[in-house]
């Protein structure tokens, strides 16, 4: 099976031998890529929707993997037993979205080795979550897709100190390992905050005053982080 590169990136990142949840499974082409490839030991493939569950059974079943990934119908991890997985993937949604996930079944998030989170929107409010709730994240990626850049999160417990609130917007393990697609990725993010600006010109409330001080500020330390990386 043939994944796109934002899932190929997020499989790749599964420790060899890991029990996985994937939840939110939606076709069940990252579970069986990871059998396919003996990346996991076993997969739970999960969604909300019925839809999708047929959909990944078809695919399971295709390649004769009924022994290695089980399908279940749930919200979030509602249907994954605490302890029962080592790995849980969550992909394709939104930030906020994924901190609910995992501050809803918090047994079952405890129980958790190791998550790869890959949020649609509102990545700092997702990294803002997990550091001040207790886990660590050990490694970032951004991958290219349809021209578009994703950022993959992985997650284990423990405590992280960060330094400053712009490690919340470009994560600090991209600027450490100084990601092949940093430079451009900061790019965007300095096109947005001078996008807010200009939507902001003329306004004279407080509210916009403090919003453009604080887009000025973002667009300095943008910059400086740029400035790092192309060094």
């Known amino acids: 099976m043939k994944l796109t590169p934002r899932l190929l990136m997020i499989a790749n990142l599964v420790k060899n031998g890991s029990i996985v949840a994937d939840v939110g499974t939606d076709h069940g082409y990252i579970p069986v890529y990871l059998i396919k490839n003996n990346l996991a030991k076993k997969v739970i493939a999960t969604d909300v929707n019925k839809g999708p569950i047929e959909t990944a059974q078809k695919n399971i079943k ?20 605490p302890y029962e997985v080592d790995t849980v993937i ?11 996930i995992l501050a809803e079944h918090l047994d079952v998030t405890k129980s958790v080795n190791r998550f790869i989170l890959q949020p649609m929107v509102a990545q700092d409010e997702l990294r803002k979550w997990l550091v001040f709730n207790n886990f660590k994240i050990i490694d970032e990626r951004l991958v290219c897709e349809d021209h578009r850049i994703y950022e993959i999160i992985v997650v284990e417990h423990g405590k992280q100190k960060i330094d ?9 393990k991209l600027i450490e390992n100084k ?15 001078k996008d807010i600006m200009n939507n902001l010109m003329g306004q004279e409330t407080e509210r916009a005053v403090r919003k453009l001080e604080e887009c000025k500020e973002k667009i300095k330390k ?10």
């Open 62 to 81: 295709a390649y004769a993997l009924e022994a290695y990934i089980e399908t279940r119908l749930g919200n979030g991890l509602e249907p994954i037993k």
């Open 90 to 100: 969550i992909a394709g949604m939104g930030g906020l979205l994924i901190r609910d």
């Open 164 to 172: 400053d609130d712009i490690y919340f917007e470009v994560g600090e």
């Open 179 to 193: 990601d092949p697609l940093l430079e451009s990725f900061i790019n965007k993010h300095i096109k947005k905050q």
């Open 222 to 231: 943008l910059e400086e982080v740029l400035k790092w990386v192309k060094n």
